[in-house]
Nanobody, 122 residues
Framework: QVQLVESGGGLVQAGGSLRLSCAASGRIFSSYAMGWFRQAPGKEREFVTAINWSGDSTYYADSVKGRFTISRDNAKNTGYLQMNSLKPEDTAVYYC???????????????WGQGTQVTVSS
């Protein structure tokens, strides 16, 4: 089992930045790929970004490419999502997820955090 806890969400104006954290406990975090997904009201959960276990491979949705950066610190059992140039359409609950291999759909990940709200005002 891997337990994941997100933090860092909040309210920010368009053009601003936020950094989300995902603290992991349980099994060895460094063995797991990590992903970030988001879900806006009335919409399906969608892929944002993912990173492999070592951090040397990353994947991004086109909608966030160039604005968001995923990273991880295996020594701290923590993953991060740096979000810059935020837009109102980035408003959603953001979830971190983990599994042995990185993927781009929710079904690729077996472990999930509870989510953190990000609201971008115009």
């Amino acid at each position: 089992q891997v337990q994941l806890v997100e933090s860092g969400g909040g309210l920010v104006q368009a053009g601003g930045s936020l950094r989300l954290s995902c603290a992991a406990s349980g099994r060895i975090f460094s063995s797991y790929a990590m992903g970030w997904f988001r879900q806006a009201p009335g919409k399906e959960r969608e892929f944002v970004t993912a990173i492999n276990w070592s951090g040397d491979s990353t994947y991004y949705a086109d909608s966030v490419k160039g604005r968001f950066t995923i990273s991880r610190d295996n020594a701290k059992n923590t993953g991060y999502l740096q979000m810059n140039s935020l837009k109102p359409e980035d408003t959603a609950v953001y979830y971190c997820a983990a599994d042995l291999e990185a993927g781009t759909v929710p079904g690729d990940f077996g472990f999930w955090g509870q989510g953190t709200q990000v609201t971008v005002s115009s």
